[in-house]
């Protein structure tokens, strides 16, 4: 079954935001594609009308470059590079519930260099350009990513620059662990590190072996990209607005999933075509202290009384001894 990816990515042109091709569904979420410099490549995209009532898609080209660590795309216009590559239809008539399939075609010059090339393919509910009178289009866009490797002596770079928990957190009390690791690219192409992430408990046994990169996301040419790794699941409260999980709340998820002592993550990755590799070690304390708290008052509470029926339990004996005693005298 076909991966299908609702608004990939969303872009707001003017103000407000479109709601016209938010029942549009595009496949695949992205291309991935190499070639030799002076060749024409060809791939398609599958969209899909959810709406109901015909419309009209407008397609259009942009850059891509990436923006800070997130790995998220900032878009550069299609002055140049692979967005003046890329050749299709301007636009196509969907029909209510209908699909319908979208050739593309990348020329690449004879002149490229070898290495990454990156853009978007757009289905627009306006035309890419302003109208008549200099007025702008406002509309929502739907983008697939194309990523493009031209074939040839591609020079690769970087490393890994550091690993460690959110925020530098050493100690929690109950799981998920968010681990992050920041990987440099300064090669010519973009690259997907591979690998795991092994946590050991105190006693040097392994709790779980995590995938480092599982959406097999990319570091582009030219950049930082962090990648995250959550250990355990987050709570429903975690993923909303509202405050945070409360203390027996909290409790509850350490009795579920008990984690007690000193951990060791080590991660192990590797990338690029010369597979090179990386590896690093971060060590961080589970102390569930709620629990902890909640069994030690507990404990008092069990241990008090059983004293207070002990207590009671011996003079009922002496009480009982000495009216033995009296009645024989």
Not at 72 to 99: C, K, M, Y
Not at 299 to 326: E, P
Request: with cysteine.
């Amino acid at each position: 079954m076909r991966k299908l990816l609702y608004l990939v990515l969303v872009c707001l042109v003017g103000v407000g935001m479109a709601t016209s091709t938010q029942a549009l569904t595009v496949s695949p979420a992205r291309v991935e594609i190499t070639g030799d410099p002076g060749t024409v490549l060809h791939s398609e995209i599958e969209l899909f009308n959810e709406q109901e009532e015909t419309r009209t898609f407008f397609i259009s080209f942009e850059n891509f470059e990436p923006s800070g660590d997130s790995g998220a795309p900032h878009f550069i216009g299609a002055q140049d590079g692979l967005a003046t590559w890329l050749q299709s239809q301007s636009e196509v008539n969907l029909e209510s519930g209908t699909r319908a399939i979208v050739p593309f075609s990348i020329t690449i010059p004879q002149t490229a260099e070898p290495g990454g090339y990156f853009a978007t393919v757009f289905f627009g509910s306006q035309p890419p350009k302003g109208t008549a009178g200099g007025e702008v289009t406002i509309g929502g866009k739907i983008g697939v990513l194309i990523l493009l490797r031209v074939s040839g002596e591609i020079a690769e770079g970087g490393g890994l620059l550091d690993f460690k928990a959110k925020d530098d957190q050493n100690f929690f009390s109950v799981l998920p662990v968010t681990f992050e690791y920041r990987l440099n690219n300064s090669g010519d192409d973009r690259v997907v590190p591979l690998g795991e992430i092994k946590i050991k408990n105190t006693f040097r046994l392994t709790s779980v072996t995590l995938l480092a990169n599982e959406n097999k996301g990319s570091a582009l040419p030219g950049s930082t990209r962090k990648f995250s790794v959550v250990w355990g699941k987050e709570s429903v409260q975690a993923n909303t607005e509202r405050a945070k999980p409360g203390f027996f709340e909290v409790t509850k998820r350490q009795w579920q999933d008990f984690k007690f002592g000193w951990y060791t993550a080590r991660l192990d990755i590797a990338w690029g075509e010369t597979n090179q590799t990386a590896r690093a070690v971060y060590n961080f304390f589970i102390i569930p202290w709620q629990l902890l708290l909640i069994m030690f008052a507990i404990a008092s509470a069990v241990w008090i009384i059983g004293r207070q029926i002990l207590r009671k339990y011996n003079r009922l004996i002496i009480a009982r001894a000495m009216r033995s005693q009296s009645n024989n005298e």
